[in-house]
């Protein structure tokens, strides 16, 4: 059975760092495109990262710079470093992957099959 559990969630001062996991189970996370995606309270669902199965990687205009996204191949977990946190990134956290192998990652929600059940990101002091 294919699932993705996400971890790492908390909470965290502005200006500090997490990091989020997202563990993949029943399934090769290598070979499909992940994305991490956000939602917060009254607010759509955001593409916020993704890596494509070759490597390349993607970000929003408003992490750029701040949050980074790498893959373990080993663990078959992809992870999304964030630093320099501000209140405005506060949210549920979700990875999601691609059903589609080889493709090349979007931050469209929609082009996403299999989601984790979040975890919750807090910023402030």
């Known amino acids: 059975q294919l699932q993705l559990v996400e971890s790492g969630g908390g909470l965290v001062q502005p200006g500090g760092s997490l990091r989020l996991s997202c563990a993949a189970s029943?399934?090769?996370?290598?070979?499909?495109?992940i994305g991490w995606f956000r939602q917060a309270p009254g607010k759509e669902r955001e593409g916020v990262s993704c890596f494509s199965s070759g490597g390349s990687s993607n970000y929003a205009d408003s992490v750029k710079g701040r949050f980074t996204i790498s893959r373990d191949n080993a663990k078959n977990t992809v992870y999304l470093q964030m630093n320099s946190l501000k209140p405005e990134d506060a949210a549920i956290y979700y990875c999601?992957?691609?059903?589609?192998?080889?493709?090349?990652?979007?931050?469209?929600?929609?082009?996403?099959?299999?989601w984790g059940q979040g975890t919750q990101v807090t910023v402030s002091s």
């Open positions: 029943g399934f090769t996370l290598y070979y499909y495109a």
């Open positions: 999601a992957a691609d059903g589609i192998l080889f493709r090349q990652c979007q931050l469209s929600a929609h082009e996403y099959d299999y």
